[in-house]
């Protein structure tokens, strides 16, 4: 349940961009995809979330 509470948040436009970075480094992949699509995700974590091993993210 943890898991989709932080699908639902890296979804939000209201989430922060420190929770954005947070997220871009959760071990749950829907986290990660959904932090990848926020345009409010900064720069520094969208760098992150390309370098992804999963190549889904």
Do not use: C, F, H, K
């Not at 997220?23 to 926020?38: E, H, Q, T, Y």
């Not at 974590?45 to 999963?54: F, I, S, T």
């Amino acid at each position: 349940m943890a898991g989709y509470r932080r699908v639902l948040e890296a979804r939000s436009s209201r989430t922060t961009t420190e929770r954005l970075r947070q997220l871009a480094d959760d071990p749950i992949r829907p986290v990660r995809l959904w932090a990848a699509r926020n345009p409010r995700t900064p720069p520094d974590a969208l760098d992150r979330l390309l370098q992804d091993p999963d190549s889904w993210v």
